[in-house]
């Protein structure tokens, strides 16, 4: 058995993971990624290829360095199709946007973290977590080729995605990381880039669409006029959905996408769910999509992981100085994550949860009454303002559906509470029990007044 020493052992070559390894690698010390792809397939990763926040970048790795990966910098706004409705609502989208080439994005995070110093190994899949008699976590075991590894490390980052092998390994019951984990947190999705012989209308948009049924959605997002990454998902604990089928159905009822040829292929899971309450143990810190670190509405996800990594590998970096790589040296990256952007994810999973106690058509009727800037105020912020005037237009154009807009502005209101409260996150580790049981009685009233099962 081969065994391996670094000061930070990262898993997965992702964007979180190559953003920390950047981080941590040009301060210094030594960061190993291991990664369960070949070589030539890292940086393949199934994705939306939508970028929000493209001109907002950590500096370990620059936009300067990833930019000639994004291929579309004309899209300026979404588009939600509503064909029960008949109508398609143009949404603003506040910052900058991009569509971009995952693959050549993969190859250039990958670079940015070698030129900093980091040592990659590939083929390399992670099978067990190393911890002392303490729960501190001090490395992994792997295989390569079917040989037997050991890492040891400081410090292990986990950047293994949705659904992480180490949080199943690791025994994280006595630190305050988030155990509350579950598959209908999460969503399925598959995805493929195809290319059409003549440019859509569209290029300029990010389009959304309910499929048939109410659990999945579909996505058209142009990379270029003519070659669009076309998607579906549906959350994992409805009954499964043809992914395939389902997607191909709609892409040969668009007039504008008729033979359309399928360049790529490829599938995934992605959190749909509020960001980990902690993603810190001794030892040990989750980045990324292994911390759910996603917008739950859009699945965007790919510059709160690049934050993540950043901000996981200062943290990193202040622990190894110190010599101390206990919970609480590594607390602030709970808080920095919750600042930047952890209390407007967990208010927009709110939405989600509302959607699972109305009907699919009553839902869509009334998305199609509301005004767009409004609701791109919701989308991105996780609030918005609504004064009496248009109140009472939205009123006049939702009639027959005034029920479910009473309960949509009382639950935005619960949504607004629970923001306020993630802006309360504590300092230390000793205000987490205290924080999060505050927390669950916004919840508990979320709950009562949508009339959704709990979702935690």
């Known amino acids: 058995m081969s065994t391996f020493e670094y000061d930070v052992a990262i898993v997965g070559a992702g964007t979180s993971g190559c953003y920390a390894a950047a981080t941590i690698a040009g301060a210094g010390y030594d960061v190993v ?137 690791a025994d994280l019951e006595g630190a305050s990381f988030d155990t509350n984990v579950r598959y209908s947190q999460f969503s399925s999705a598959y995805r493929e880039v195809i290319e059409v012989d003549e440019p859509v209308e569209w290029s300029d948009a990010l389009v959304f669409k309910p499929t048939k049924r109410s659990a999945g959605y579909l996505w058209y997002f142009p990379r270029t006029p003519t070659e669009i990454n076309v998607g579906l998902g549906f959350q994992m604990n409805e009954e499964p959905m043809q992914l395939v089928a389902d997607l191909r159905e709609d892409v040969r009822n668009r007039p504008e996408l008729k033979n359309a040829t399928v360049k790529d292929k490829l599938g995934a899971a992605l959190p749909t769910r509020r960001p980990y309450d ?101 989308l991105y912020s996780g609030s918005a303002n609504v004064g009496l005037g248009l109140k009472l237009r939205v009123l006049v154009r939702s009639f027959g559906h005034w029920g479910t807009l009473k309960n949509l502005y009382e639950t935005k209101r619960l949504a607004d509470r629970l923001l306020e409260h993630y802006g309360t996150y504590p300092d230390s580790p000793e205000g987490f029990s205290t924080w999060r049981r505050e927390r669950d009685q916004i919840m508990d009233e979320i709950y009562a007044e949508t009339g959704a099962e709990a979702k935690y």
């Open 278 to 378: 902690s993603a810190v143990a001794p030892g040990y810190m989750a980045i990324g999509d292994a911390a759910a670190h996603v917008n739950p509405v859009s699945g965007g996800g790919i510059a709160g992981a690049a934050y993540a990594g950043q901000y996981a590998g200062e943290q990193a970096i202040e622990a190894l100085d110190a010599g101390d790589v206990s919970e609480s040296s590594l607390w602030r990256y709970n808080e920095r994550v919750m600042e930047h952007y952890g209390g407007r994810y967990a208010a927009l999973d709110v939405y989600n949860i509302f959607s699972t106690s109305y009907d699919l058509d009553d839902l869509l009727a009334l998305l199609a009454s509301l005004p767009a800037g409004k609701l791109s105020d919701a």
């Open 33 to 169: 990624i291991v990664e369960r792809k070949a070589e030539s397939e890292a940086g393949h990763i199934a994705c939306g290829d939508a970028l929000k926040g493209a001109d907002k970048f950590p500096e370990s790795i620059p936009k300067s360095h990833i930019e000639d990966s994004f291929t579309n910098t004309e899209v300026d706004h979404g588009r939600f199709e509503i064909p029960q409705e008949g109508v398609a609502l143009d949404i603003p989208v506040p910052g900058e946007l991009a569509v971009i080439d995952r693959y050549d994005y993969g190859r250039r995070i990958l670079e940015g973290a070698e030129h900093a110093g980091t040592t990659f190994h590939y083929d390399t899949v992670v099978q067990d977590v190393l911890q002392d008699d303490d729960g501190r976590v001090h490395g992994f075991e792997a295989t390569k080729q079917g040989k037997h590894r050991r890492y040891e490390a400081d410090i292990v980052l986990d950047g293994a995605g949705a659904l992480s092998l180490l949080q199943d390994k």
